[in-house]
């Protein structure tokens, strides 16, 4: 059970995280909005997120599939909730997440992109897909790497069930949150160049950046889903 104690920690954080976006847009000029939060719920149990839903959370996000089933089985799929799959995703698991997750993250190869497109067309359904960006050139991440975005962009434009929203990354870790701001400005030129390339079916609409540390930033270059654990749930147990 979570204690009043708790569920109040975890309301005034997400109002917290609210106002900081609203913050952030408000400085650059941007409608608050335009800006989704996604709560990552890795670690954190059912009672716990449901305070946060109740709090305003309406996206969830997940890294693991088999953590998430039994938790999207005991908070369901209610109207105005959605599940996004934020972490690495592995290709014999795809059949189960495409249609469960309204949006993929985390899409790093075009092996991936392909697997999730034929997933899909069984089910005779779109599936919404973010291409994750390795923007620090990190050997220890995937992700595609910027130099081969536009040639890959160019292929998954062909895939019908793919439904290519727009870029996601998890820059380097860095100790000041300004220090994140030339990878979250660099995904964004990203997301521009690849507009000017005219597909037809891929979409930039969505920049998937920012977390705990440095989310206001990257509200401030353009992110339009912040992906938040530690500011709503506290520090990760185990
Ligand atoms: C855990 C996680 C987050 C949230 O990180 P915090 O620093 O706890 O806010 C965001 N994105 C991904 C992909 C994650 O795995």
Redesign the pocket.
């Known amino acids: 059970m979570v204690d009043a104690i708790d569920s109040e920690v975890i309301a005034r954080n997400v109002g917290t995280v609210l106002d900081g976006i609203r913050r952030a847009a408000l400085n650059v000029g941007r409608q608050p909005d335009s800006i989704r939060l996604v709560a990552?719920t890795?670690s954190v149990p059912p009672d716990r997120i449901r305070c946060a839903i109740d709090a305003g959370v309406k996206i969830l996000g997940e890294?693991r599939l088999q953590e998430a089933l039994p938790k999207i089985d005991a908070i369901g799929t209610r109207e105005g909730l959605s599940w996004h799959f934020?972490?690495r995703l592995q290709r014999r698991k795809v059949r189960t997440v495409v249609g469960l997750f309204q949006m993929i993250h985390s899409v790093d190869s075009l092996e991936l992109a392909r697997e999730i497109d034929r997933r899909a067309e069984e089910t005779d359904i779109e599936q919404a897909v973010l291409l994750e960006v390795n923007i620090g050139g990190e050997s220890s991440k995937g992700g595609f790497v910027p130099s081969e975005l536009a040639a890959a962009a160019s292929i998954l434009d062909r895939l019908p069930h793919l439904a290519v929203k727009g870029l996601m990354a998890?820059p380097p870790l860095t100790i000041q949150p300004e220090q994140a701001r030339p990878y979250f400005h660099e995904l964004r030129g990203l997301a521009r160049s690849l507009t000017s390339l005219g597909l037809v079916r891929v979409r930039m609409d969505e920049l998937s950046m920012g977390?705990?540390?440095d989310y206001e930033v990257a509200v401030e270059e353009g992110a339009t889903l912040i992906?938040?654990?530690?500011?709503i749930f506290g520090a990760r147990r185990g």
């Open positions: 990552a890795k890294n934020i972490g998890v977390m705990s540390h992906r938040i654990g530690t500011a």
